[in-house]
């Protein structure tokens, strides 16, 4: 979803929460998983966050560069 079409513009429509807003450059890449999201960004970040509550639950560092695509399986969150 969005892998090379460009950035992306994603808003919760439960709340105002913005899920662009929150990271430091364009997002890149969202993969949803049982009841959250999974967001990948320029920042070379990955921000899970809670469908239900659009609230942000963690961010995951490590990354050198942009992340391309996210896939998250029963207890792992594999990224590049």
Avoid: N
């Avoid at 950035?7 to 450059?25: G, L, R, S, Y």
């Avoid at 921000?47 to 050198?64: N, P, S, Y």
């Amino acid at each position: 979803a969005g892998q090379g079409d460009g950035p992306m513009e994603v808003a919760f429509h439960c709340c105002p929460v913005q899920i662009k807003d929150q990271h430091h450059d364009d997002v890149w890449c969202m993969e949803g998983w049982r009841d959250f999201l999974f967001s990948g960004s320029k920042d070379a970040t990955v921000r899970m966050w809670h469908i239900d509550q659009a609230q942000q639950l963690a961010v995951f560092r490590g990354h050198k560069g942009q992340i391309y695509q996210i896939i998250p399986r029963a207890g792992w969150l594999f990224s590049w």
